[in-house]
């Protein structure tokens, strides 16, 4: 929607997505993602990241090399959040392989839907018996959820000018009004 509103403003936008984002990625995320085996949490930091370096060269540079804005569904505090937090990773890890498959691109600009763990479960289960294909990250404890949301929080209040919280207990209509307030007035 938030892509949608700009293209019709005349801002050249790309929309992305990690993991995913490149052939590659696609490749990548159906490695770890959509895999039964049992995935070391070791494995799934680096295949994130190589996922996320590919993105970064192959997508994300080019396009803000040509002078377009990026928005991407996911990106590197995705995994400070899930395999730091979530899987209790050393944070100075954590930043380290960030770093390294980022190149150091950091966002202009961070938007972070928060809601309750206990209403996020809800929707995820709620979504259960439609189209959408679950993956193993759907499967995490409420434990491990709580230990993401609570580091993606501690982002926003160390970040407050770049990482912004948006309610997303409302309905899509109303979160994506706030979302249009932020960006535009980021925009301004």
Known sequence: MLASDLRARGVEIISTHEPGGTPLGRRLREAFLETEETVAPRAELLLFAADRAQHVEFLIKPALSEGRTVISDRYADATFAYQGAGRG????????????????????????FDISVERAL?????????????????????????????????????????????????????????VAEIVNGFLS
């Open 89 to 112: 990773f050393e944070e100075e890890t954590v930043n380290e392989v960030i770093a390294l498959a980022t190149g150091g691109l950091k966002p202009d600009l961070t938007l972070f």
């Open 122 to 178: 809800g929707r995820m289960n709620s979504h259960s018996g439609s189209e959408r294909i679950q993956n193993r990250m759907d499967l995490e404890t409420a434990e491990f959820y709580t230990r993401v949301r609570g580091a993606y929080l501690g982002i926003a209040a160390r970040e407050p000018e770049r990482f912004k919280i948006v309610d997303a207990n409302g309905s899509v209509d109303e979160i994506h009004r706030t």
